[in-house]
């Protein structure tokens, strides 16, 4: 059992070059998630899906794009990388939210490091 | 190397010993709460969690306590062991939303 998978796990980018990185979770999960995590600072929500074909903001979206035309799958795009962009990006799902019979734990992914120079 | 935790504050223990780790939350309506454990280079992984409607839960090893009077969480673990040595950051869950807030955590070094 995969959990969640993130590729690439490295790449570096020069400024206004283009990417996307892949989220695949074999756990049927609804949710899906994408933080990023720069020193000093807590994972920070950039967009989240709370199902196939659904996509909503999170607290720092500028910069980003996301599709999740499979359940399985949530891709991060990003169209014209800054350097403010260099950061550890995390996927993460979940089954449900809390309220909605499950425990809401979060499950994630081993991270995907971006450098943009 | 590792760039995340560069500046994190850091608990030194010595093996065998228990640690306890404190977090303090912001939103005294949140109403999940969760500590995770990442090992450099790797991702956040669930260690416990507990709902506001409870004031202690205990696990293997590990035991998280919520003061929801002043909005507080603690992660003790017991007996500690150099496996244990990694980042640890608590989650709350704001309530009614998908929204989760991730503390900055603390580096846990246990000494052999």
């Known amino acids: 059992n995969a959990g969640v998978t993130q590729t690439p796990k490295f790449r570096v980018l020069k400024t206004g070059q283009s990417m996307t990185l892949l989220c695949a979770q074999d756990?049927?999960?609804?949710?899906m998630y994408w933080y990023r995590q720069d020193p000093g600072m807590g994972l920070r929500l950039i967009h989240y899906?709370?199902?196939?074909?659904?996509?909503a903001k999170g607290e720092v979206p500028d910069g980003y794009n996301v599709s999740r035309l499979k359940k399985q799958n949530f891709l991060l795009g990003l169209e014209s990388a800054a350097p403010s962009q260099t950061s550890v990006y995390f996927c993460?799902?979940?089954?449900?939210?809390?309220?909605?019979?499950?425990?809401?734990?979060?499950?994630f992914g081993e991270g995907s490091r971006l450098t943009v120079l | 190397g590792e760039s995340v935790g560069l500046h994190l504050p850091t608990l030194s223990v010595q093996e065998g010993d228990n640690s306890i780790i404190n977090c303090a939350y912001s939103?005294?309506?949140?109403?999940?709460f969760i500590w995770y454990k990442q090992e450099s280079g790797k991702g956040p992984q669930f260690i416990i969690d507990?709902?506001?409607?409870?004031d202690k839960r205990q696990g293997q090893r590990v035991t998280v306590l919520l003061n929801k009077t002043v909005k507080h969480l603690s992660l003790q673990i017991a007996a500690t062991q150099p496996g244990d040595s990694a980042v640890y950051f608590c989650?709350?869950?704001?309530?009614?939303?998908?929204?989760?807030?991730f503390g900055t955590g603390t580096r846990l070094k246990v000494l052999a």
């Open positions: 993460a799902s979940s089954y449900s939210i809390l309220g909605q019979g499950g425990t809401g734990e979060l499950f």
């Open positions: 756990m049927n999960h609804e949710y």
């Open positions: 899906s709370v199902g196939e074909g659904t996509t």
């Open positions: 939103n005294s309506a949140s109403d999940y």
């Open positions: 989650a709350e869950h704001y309530s009614g939303t998908y929204k989760y807030i």
């Open positions: 507990i709902r506001s409607n409870m």
